[in-house]
């Protein structure tokens, strides 16, 4: 089955611990970004990677890193997580560049810091 | 930049009327406009997507969108809704041509509740 997962899909954390959300997809796609969201904000993107490491900033970079060593990987790492990134993440991937490909959503990361 | 507008937080609609959920936009060049939906506890789902040549498209779930350049607006439509349209709907834009702008902007989302 096509698909994008993630993992874990629910994590509560303390502030300054380290932590990654894994995000793998199947569909040989080139294009994979992290989106957060918000209430009243709606979906903001964090990062995203055009291919294999090619990584660029979205609108809300700060205090995240990404990776993409292989083309299905692309996790997310909050070095020193706060409590204003507790927030509901999306990773999504879609066929190759942006252009008009729609993309695919994985079920998401429910991330609490306390 | 680009922006969506997405005026409505909540809609409710009667099953079996026709539905409407709103959206502006506002980029540099051409769109590439999107919708998408939420159901509870679940990851994005794409609905349809305006690229360019007629301006009603249609999509998933009996849904169609018009879009309107003049007024720069894809409306989301559906001419009898149903109890299991209710979720929440996102609205998405980028422009082309872009040259490596590789972002895609969305709304904060509309709930559409359908009263049985």
């Known amino acids: 089955e096509a698909q994008v997962t993630q993992n874990p899909r629910y994590l509560i954390t303390v502030t300054g611990k380290k932590l990654t959300v894994t995000c793998s997809q199947n569909?040989?796609?080139?294009?994979m970004s992290w989106y957060r969201q918000d209430p009243g904000l709606g979906l903001r993107q964090i990062y995203y990677?055009?291919?294999?490491?090619v990584t660029d900033k979205g609108d809300v970079p700060e205090g995240y890193k990404v990776s993409r060593k292989e083309k299905r990987n692309f996790p997310l790492i909050l070095e020193s997580p706060s409590p204003n990134q507790t927030s509901l993440y999306f990773c999504?991937?879609?066929?190759w560049g942006l252009g008009a490909n729609e993309q695919f959503f994985g079920p998401g990361t429910r991330l609490t810091v306390l | 930049a680009q922006s969506v507008a997405q005026p409505e937080d909540q809609v409710n609609v009667a099953e079996g009327n026709p539905l409407t959920v709103k959206c502006t936009y506002s980029?540099?060049?051409?769109?590439?406009l999107f919708w998408y939906v939420q159901y509870p506890n679940r990851g994005l789902q794409f609905l349809l997507k305006?690229?360019?040549?007629?301006?009603l498209v249609k999509g998933s779930y009996g849904f169609e969108a018009e879009f309107n350049k003049s007024q720069t607006s894809f409306h989301l439509k559906k001419p009898s809704a149903l109890v299991s349209d209710s979720a929440l709907y996102f609205c998405?834009?980028?422009?082309?041509?872009?040259?490596?702008?590789?972002?895609?902007?969305f709304g904060t989302g509309t709930r559409l509740t359908i009263i049985p």
């Open positions: 999504a991937s879609s066929l």
């Open positions: 980029v540099s060049g051409n769109p590439y």
């Open positions: 305006y690229i360019t040549g007629d301006n």
């Open positions: 998405a834009v980028r422009g082309y041509p872009n040259f490596g702008n590789e972002k895609l902007t």
């Open positions: 569909m040989n796609h080139e294009y």
């Open positions: 990677s055009m291919n294999v490491e």
